[in-house]
Nanobody, 126 residues
């Protein structure tokens, strides 16, 4: 069982930055990690996912060039650096872990994961 706890959300002005952190209760060395978000009235979407095996990454088109996912297995922690934030990025952001995903793209596009965090709210507004 892996418990995931997100932090780092908050209120930021358009164009600003935030870094989300996901801390796992156990070792994440063999888990692909993903960040998902759900905006009010919208379906959950995969934002970015990172492989445990080779560090390969996937980004949704809407965040490419603005968001960066990373992981530190020694700290059982993953991060999502979010730059040039837009009001459309407003959502609850969830961290997820999957033990044997087909691929990081599949993980992010299907949302079929083993574990979810509770989420952290990000609001982008002036």
């Amino acid at each position: 069982q892996v418990q995931l706890v997100e932090s780092g959300g908050g209120l930021v002005q358009p164009g600003g930055s935030l870094r989300l952190t996901c801390v796992a209760s156990g070792f994440i060395d063999y888990y692909d990690i993903g960040w998902f978000r759900q905006a009010p009235g919208k379906e959950r979407e995969g934002v970015s996912c990172i492989s445990a095996r080779d560090g390969s990454t996937y980004y949704a088109d809407s965040v490419k060039g603005r968001f960066t996912i990373s992981r530190d297995n020694a700290k059982n922690t993953a991060y999502l650096q979010m730059n040039t934030l837009e009001p459309e990025d407003t959502a609850i952001y969830y961290c997820a872990a999957d033990r044997v995903p087909e691929s990081v793209q599949a993980m992010c596009t299907t949302g079929w994961v083993d574990y979810w965090g509770q989420g952290t709210r990000v609001t982008v507004s002036s």
